[in-house]
């Protein structure tokens, strides 16, 4: 099964700790992981990440990684609140693919031996229409 990273919410940074987080994550906006090891893998290095940045910079609050069924999230190891993120994203499980087909041949029609968008076809469908 593949997952979808769609965006990595985050919150403003409290420090500088939490600002190199936030850049290093950003890197997983709108990224397929290509199955359940590689899944496994990316939570693994977020874990790997995290505690170097712990390791970076010793005199700030320990941080942690905790999934909870699709979602991964960082925050203080012991939180004053629930909402007490530094950030988090959802893995979300690819539900279908969709791959060109000859049947969709014909919504890309080349009009004068130029290939034209869909809705420049539209157009002319509907000026070819209007003109008979």
Known sequence: MKYY???????GPANAKCAKLHQE??????????DVLSRDALVE???QTVEQANADYPRTKRLVVETCYNGVYCRPEKPASDS???????L????????????YVDG????????????ELNKLKKSNSNEE
């Open 45 to 47: 290095q977020v874990r």
């Open 108 to 119: 890309m029609l080349t009009i004068g031996g130029e290939r034209r968008e869909w809705n």
């Open 92 to 103: 979300d499980p690819v539900r279908q693919e969709f791959h060109f087909t000859e049947k």
């Open 25 to 34: 994550m950003k890197q997983y906006e709108h990224c397929l992981v290509a």
């Open 84 to 90: 007490d993120n530094v950030f988090s994203f959802t």
């Open 5 to 11: 990273i769609d965006k990595v919410n985050t919150w």
